[in-house]
């Protein structure tokens, strides 16, 4: 794993780490090339992933590849390419980095309609999402992995059918051609999580819906899909619940968090350990209503548990952009156009985005 920079420029409204990874930093592609052969000479490990919020953001990418693509392809090393944005998808990046070995893609339209990838500020259009699909289809790639998610502030049932007909459209866009795929041809995996309010973000005071609702559309969803072509993959509603309980959560949840040690509840991060119907009698134990926090609207002027942490971007700004967001307006990128979201403050009053420059 290579972090080629750190932070992000797009501003996703869900994303905690597009915020608090603010502002955004370059390595250079000759620090990174070096990190690399000494990595690849101490672990000897057969691939490098280029790891970062948005990879294709990176803007010396196509130099960072092509200073490592030589000895990569003499050590046999592959170039994975992880968290590829859509809009800035290369067919001349793709075939560069299939030199070594072809493998999956994945992307992240996140929403199955426009006017919801509007409201959580994805900044993508259907027309490019499947220009890139199918400049990966015309590149030799047969099989894609898209991720979205349910429960999204202000989604209908229209945008959760959405998700299947941009689905279908990426597999009938495959076999608008003649493809070289071989004979199983396309495979659309469609990976669903559950929407989680997160802190320091514009949706952190949007209410989860609840586990029942979100079962609901998921088997909605699971309806819409007609094709074995698409395979469909959805995360478990109740855990998605826990996760939100705990990422609003305040002082209070202290108390929970030790008695379900004291009860051995570890390691339920695997499905053969977690045990909802466990923290739900955690939660009755100490008094604690999880609705409280995973299900509830939060006011505007409301003092949040986390307010006192200083991460640079301002509640103003995150009011701002949650107040966009339901009129299903975006906000551009930060290297178009700065949004005044005060992480400048963490770097002397000047963001690195103005023009990609690197910063320390």
């Given at each position: 794993?290579l972090?080629?920079?750190?932070g992000?420029?797009r501003?996703c409204?869900?994303?905690?780490?597009?915020?608090i990874y603010?502002?955004?930093r370059?390595k250079?592609?000759e620090?990174l090339?070096?990190?690399a052969r000494?990595a690849i000479d101490?672990t000897?490990?057969?691939e490098?992933?280029?790891?970062?919020?948005?990879?294709?953001d990176?803007?010396?990418?196509r130099?960072?590849?092509d200073?490592?693509l030589?000895w990569?392809?003499a050590?046999?090393?592959n170039?994975?390419?992880p968290?590829?944005r859509?809009?800035n998808?290369?067919?001349?990046?793709?075939?560069?980095?299939?030199s070594?070995?072809k493998?999956?893609?994945t992307?992240a339209?996140?929403?199955?309609t426009?006017r919801?990838?509007?409201?959580?500020n994805?900044?993508?259009?259907?027309?490019?999402i499947?220009?890139a699909?199918?400049?990966a289809?015309d590149?030799?790639?047969?099989?894609l992995?898209?991720?979205?998610?349910?429960?999204l502030p202000t989604?209908?049932d229209e945008d959760?059918k959405?998700?299947a007909?941009?689905?279908?459209?990426i597999?009938d866009?495959?076999?608008?051609?003649k493809?070289?795929?071989g004979?199983r041809?396309v495979?659309?995996?469609?990976s669903v999580?559950?929407?989680?309010?997160?802190p320091?973000?514009?949706?952190?005071w949007?209410a989860?819906?609840s586990?029942?609702e979100?079962e609901r559309k998921q088997?909605?969803?699971?309806g819409?899909?007609k094709?074995?072509?698409?395979?469909?993959?959805?995360h478990?509603?109740?855990?998605?619940?826990i996760?939100?309980v705990f990422?609003?959560g305040d002082?209070?949840?202290?108390?929970a968090?030790?008695?379900?040690?004291?009860?051995n509840?570890?390691l339920?991060?695997w499905?053969?350990?977690f045990s909802?119907?466990?923290?739900l009698d955690?939660?009755d134990?100490?008094?604690?209503?999880?609705?409280?926090?995973?299900n509830r609207?939060?006011?505007l002027?409301?003092?949040?548990?986390?307010d006192?942490i200083d991460?640079?971007?301002?509640?103003?700004?995150m009011?701002?952009?949650?107040?966009?967001?339901?009129r299903?307006e975006t906000?551009p990128?930060?290297?178009t156009?700065?949004?005044?979201?005060g992480a400048s403050t963490?770097?002397?009053?000047?963001c690195v985005c103005?023009g990609?420059?690197?910063?320390g």
């Open positions: 794993m972090e080629v920079f750190r992000c420029i501003g409204r869900f994303c905690q780490a597009g915020m603010r502002p955004y370059e250079s592609p620090v090339d070096e990190n000494i101490h000897g490990y057969s490098i992933s280029l790891t970062s919020l948005s990879i294709s990176y803007t010396r990418l130099e960072l590849i200073k490592m030589p990569t392809n050590k046999n090393v170039l994975s390419l968290s590829m859509i809009d998808f290369y067919e001349e990046l793709l075939e560069k980095v299939s070594v070995r493998s999956g893609l992307f339209p996140e929403a199955g426009q919801l990838r509007d409201v959580i994805k900044n993508i259009t259907e027309e490019e499947i220009t699909c199918e400049k289809f590149g030799g790639r047969s099989s992995k898209l991720y979205f998610m349910n429960g989604e209908t959760i959405g998700i007909a941009l689905s279908q459209n597999v866009t495959y076999y608008s051609k493809r070289n795929g004979g041809g495979n659309v995996t469609v999580s559950c929407f989680v309010p997160k320091f973000t514009p949706f952190q949007e989860q819906d586990i029942e979100l088997q909605l969803l699971k819409e899909i094709t074995k072509k698409i395979s469909y993959k959805y478990d509603a109740r855990v998605s619940r996760e939100a990422a609003r002082r209070r949840l202290g108390r968090l030790l008695e379900a040690y004291n009860r509840m570890m339920d991060g499905d053969e350990y909802y119907d466990g923290w955690v939660f134990s100490c008094g604690i209503d999880p609705a409280f926090y995973a609207e939060f006011a002027d409301e003092i949040l548990p986390w006192f991460i640079g971007v301002t509640k103003k700004f009011k701002l952009e949650y107040e966009r967001s339901r299903a906000t990128d930060c290297r156009k700065c949004s005044g979201c963490l770097c002397n009053g000047k103005d990609g420059k690197e910063n």
